[in-house]
């Protein structure tokens, strides 16, 4: 089993505790040089909310997108935009990557913004 098929299998066993849980879901995607979050319904059929450093939001305010400063930025905007389409409370989908750095970062910056996980 290579790394991204080992990553996969932990993000599709997270996904089926979250569906158990029946609440929408922020998802996160990391590359190298970019992250990405989504907050999809509880029935993974449409997106509430979404943000990453593509946004032009994000990229006006940082040098390089590949790093902490710029996760911060994205999970601010994010828990944001789903407490205006009205979404307190997410469930927090890392997608099989270590809770650790960047998706770290912006986790805690979207709880400090005020979404609940």
């Known amino acids: 089993?290579?790394?991204?098929?080992a990553r996969l299998k932990r993000a599709l066993r997270q996904r089926c505790k979250i569906?158990?849980?029946?609440?929408?879901?922020?998802?996160?995607?990391r590359t190298?040089?970019?992250?990405?979050?989504?907050?999809?319904?509880?029935?993974?059929?449409?997106?509430?909310?979404?943000?990453?450093?593509?946004?032009?939001d994000v990229k006006a305010n940082v040098k390089y997108s590949g790093n902490s400063e710029?996760?911060?930025?994205?999970?601010t905007l994010v828990a944001k935009r789903a407490l205006?389409?009205?979404i307190t409370e997410v469930a927090f989908d890392?997608?099989?990557?270590?809770?650790?750095?960047?998706?770290k970062a912006?986790?805690?910056?979207?709880?400090e913004a005020g979404l609940k996980f």
């Open 84 to 86: 205006e389409a009205g």
């Open 94 to 103: 890392r997608s099989g990557f270590k809770y650790h750095g960047r998706v």
């Open 70 to 75: 710029s996760a911060t930025l994205v999970g």
């Open 32 to 56: 190298s040089q970019h992250i990405y979050a989504q907050v999809i319904n509880e029935d993974g059929a449409t997106t509430i909310a979404s943000a990453s450093t593509l946004d032009s």
């Open 1 to 5: 089993m290579d790394k991204k098929a």
């Open 106 to 111: 912006l986790a805690d910056a979207a709880r």
């Open 19 to 29: 569906k158990q849980l029946g609440v929408s879901r922020l998802t996160v995607h």
